[in-house]
């Protein structure tokens, strides 16, 4: 008997963009939604509802630092896996069109 049997694992893992250094007070200067607050949660809270399509009134070092955060590339720092592994095996037929499977379609598995 042939089979195909994968190993999979589960874990989390943690990922983060590269660090900006941003000047809160340059945002006071956005033409149409300035930054009013004071503080580092303040100005947390302003990010969150951010258009980053809308930089009007910001200096150039300003929208270059905050696009490290709206258009990020992420580097992973953490994962679960070098803790602890939750793993199985599967086994079944290979299909590369089922994306959400890893292109594999699994008919017994020891999880």
């Not at 939604?33 to 303040?42: C, I, K, V």
């Not at 930089?55 to 300003?62: F, I, V």
């Amino acid at each position: 008997m042939k089979l195909n049997i994968r190993k999979c694992t589960k874990a989390t893992a943690f990922y983060q963009s590269e660090i900006a250094e941003i000047d809160t007070h340059d945002f006071k200067n956005h033409e149409d939604n300035p930054f009013e607050g004071e503080t580092e949660e303040e100005f947390l809270e302003y990010l969150k509802n951010f258009d980053f399509d809308n930089t009007y009134g910001l200096s150039e070092e300003s929208v270059e630092e905050i696009r490290k955060i709206f258009e990020p590339t992420l580097t992973e720092y953490y994962s679960t896996s070098s803790d602890y592994e939750e793993s199985w095996m599967e086994s079944g037929e290979i299909e590369p069109t089922a994306r959400k499977t890893g292109g594999f379609i699994p008919s017994c598995s020891t999880e």
